[in-house]
């Protein structure tokens, strides 16, 4: 585990680094305060997604204001931060310990005697006079390889705003330093209304070019080169002159409704075409556009996405088994990760104009190729699609009418018929009942749904797929579990997709090693459902014990009481955060606990074990049964929470 650091001295600052009085600028509680909820929101999102890219270990904040994105930095496991502003910054709203806080005047060049791993300026630049903007970015890159920036474009007003520019001027002064714009997170972001309009808008990734040579994932899976001059539907109606809604009543509001559509629409549609630069955009059928960010397209509600390599043998079925969808209403992104075996020309072959084809040029493996789609998706929803399995033609359908009927629930899986190589039937999966409690629990033991047969809600898979070696064969279960913190899952027991095994799918050529990454990922979550200290093989005890298998138990008695223990715990929690009310948590936490009952009488009159052992481990059945009744306030809290 990273232990964090903060700075316990100034030893490693510049000593002649410079400080702006309160009185230069207008920026004070009352403003900070303003922006505060909001920029916290944001950061938590928006920081999220460039973790999972950058793995930062230090990360500093220049012109940070009362701290919030560099707490959520540390909130997210970044082990040192250094947040940087005037001195008319209020001590007491800070959000990091004073110990990160270093004042300076953000006019004057940055010289600090160490670097970070990642560099984070946002909607800052814009305060500063534009004879300062080439130092200020200077001291940027100083400190990092890696630069997340964004400042205010002309027109879109704030406080003290005196040097709004383009992109592209930005990125020419990030170029002088040898930095290349890598625009992966305007794409992720733009549809998301919990982040602020002007990040959406505006921020963008620097990194230093041999950085980039270093790690080509990042290279691939974002827009390069000069970042388009984007305007955001919001900002154009503050243009458009538009009122804002919330100041009618709701009579005035109905009546207004359909002239201010025809005219928000002609003023959108105008304005973007003004913003690009008076052309029009179009997209060919397989070609990679950046479409989400124009304004006036209608976005398709689904964006079925699928990676494929050397699958010319299955791909034309799965592509088919897409098209014949009763819900028509989606796009299909389709990444060919370097195929070698004419996958590429039956995929250029295609002519259905919601189809998006991309290619890369070196081979980048699943979870980079799957990145580089999902920053082309456009739909409100995402379905996975495999390049050797099939969906049935109802499965978008089905699987969108939950999604919108059940607005807590972020993710929806499916059951589904193994075939095999040609086709055949070879029997089925279905792991759950169905509802979130016991969904989220089968986390802990399996996959419980194949990656093909899920869709998902956009905004939640903005994070990406991890690439770490950890998961390379389980990416699908990593990110699951990242979005199962928060957010309810569903199951539909129907076998809406056919999943494909043959000697070259994962699923049969990396099973066990596929089931110890899957059971590292759930270590994870347990730890943070029950507590960071949890040791590894107090999780491992308590897989022996309760997962049965009829494997042979080799613990201690006191080692199983420990892992009844844990297993206890670890239900509670899960069952507090689980939806669909108190009873259902409460019958399902009984279900678990007479199954885990069950393990324990089998060990008591099976396993080759002395007397005493027996005696200890059967007095835990009763425990068990009745924790829930002998210790009353933890479950009783939990199911509340719960409800």
């Known amino acids: 585990m990273i232990e964090r650091v903060v700075p316990s001295d100034r030893t490693w600052m510049d000593k002649d680094v410079s400080v702006v009085k309160a009185a230069d600028v207008p920026y004070d509680a009352q403003f900070y305060a303003r922006i505060g909820d909001g920029s916290r929101r944001s950061a938590a999102i928006l920081l999220r997604i460039v973790f999972d890219l950058v793995r930062p270990h230090s990360v500093v904040d220049v012109g940070c204001g009362v701290g919030s994105w560099a707490a959520v930095a540390l909130d997210l496991g970044g082990a040192e931060v250094l947040g940087i502003d005037g001195d008319y910054v209020d001590r007491g709203q800070l959000q990091i310990p004073h110990a990160c806080f270093m004042p300076c005047d953000l006019r004057n060049p940055l010289r600090l005697e160490r670097g970070f791993d990642l560099a984070i300026s946002l909607e800052v630049a814009e305060h500063l006079p534009a004879e300062c903007a080439e130092t200020f970015v200077e001291s940027l890159v100083r400190l990092a390889p890696v630069v997340l ?7 879109q007003g704030g406080d003290h705003h005196v040097n709004e520019q383009w992109p592209a001027y930005w990125a020419e002064l990030f170029a002088r330093y040898d930095f290349e714009a890598v625009d992966c997170v305007r794409p992720r972001v733009w549809n998301d209304e919990q982040i602020g309009f002007w990040y959406r808008q505006n921020t963008i990734l620097y990194a230093r070019r041999d950085y980039l040579t270093r790690h080509p994932e990042l290279r691939s899976i974002g827009a390069r080169g000069q970042p388009l001059p984007l305007v955001h539907p919001l900002l154009l109606a503050s243009y458009a002159g ?58 398709p509600r689904v964006s079925v996405l699928m990676p494929a390599h050397n699958a010319v043998r299955h791909i034309a079925g799965s592509v088919k088994s897409i098209l014949a969808q009763t819900s028509q209403d989606f796009e299909f992104v389709i990444v060919d990760d370097a195929s070698t075996d004419g996958t590429e020309q039956y995929l250029q072959s295609l002519r259905d104009p919601r189809i998006r084809v991309i290619r890369n040029d070196v081979n980048l493996g699943i979870a980079s190729s799957l990145n580089r789609g999902l920053a082309l998706c456009r739909g409100e929803y995402v379905a996975r699609q495999d390049a050797d399995d099939l969906s049935m033609p109802t499965r978008l359908e089905r699987q969108v009418a ?9 993710l929806v899986g499916t059951a589904a018929t193994l075939i095999d190589a040609e086709g055949n039937v070879v029997g089925r999966s279905c792991h759950s009942s169905g509802a979130d409690v016991d969904v989220r629990w089968k986390m802990f033991f399996l996959n419980p749904f ?11 898979m903005a994070g990406g797929y991890s690439d770490a070696r950890e998961v390379s064969v389980s990416e699908d279960h990593e990110l699951w579990s990242r979005i199962a913190r928060d957010h309810q899952f569903a199951f539909l027991p129907e076998d809406l997709v056919q999943y494909r095994q043959h000697a070259a799918s994962v699923s049969r050529t990396g099973d066990a090693r596929q089931l110890q990454e899957i059971l ?100 835990l059945v009763p425990q068990l049964l009745l924790a829930r009744f002998l210790h009353p306030q933890p479950g009783a809290m939990a199911l509340r929470a719960a409800g």
């Open 149 to 155: 920036f964004s400042a205010a474009v002309p027109g």
């Open 520 to 619: 590292g990922v759930a270590f994870r979550e347990a730890c943070m459902l029950v507590g960071a200290a949890t040791p590894r093989k107090l999780f491992d005890d308590f897989l022996a014990v309760f997962r049965g298998g009829g494997r042979p138990v080799i613990l201690s008695d006191e080692e199983v009481g420990a892992a009844a223990q844990f297993a206890s715990r670890l239900l509670s929690a899960h069952c507090a955060r689980a939806g669909g009310g108190r009873v259902r948590a409460w019958r399902y936490c009984t279900k678990v606990r007479i199954r885990w009952a069950g393990h324990l009488v089998r060990l008591v009159l099976h396993e080759p074990r002395g007397l005493r052992w027996r005696a200890r481990v059967a007095a």
């Open 242 to 299: 538009v009122p804002q809604p919330a100041t009618w009543g709701l009579r005035r509001a109905i009546a207004k409704l359909p002239g201010l559509l025809v005219a928000s629409v002609q003023r959108r549609v105008l304005a973007a075409i003004r913003c690009i630069g008076g052309g029009t955009v179009t997209a060919r059928p397989g070609t990679e556009t950046n479409a989400p960010h124009l304004v006036g397209v209608r976005l």
């Open 450 to 460: 194949p990656h093909t047969g899920v869709m998902a809600r956009r905004s939640l």
């Open 402 to 410: 939950i999604l919108d009927s059940m607005p807590k629930v972020g």
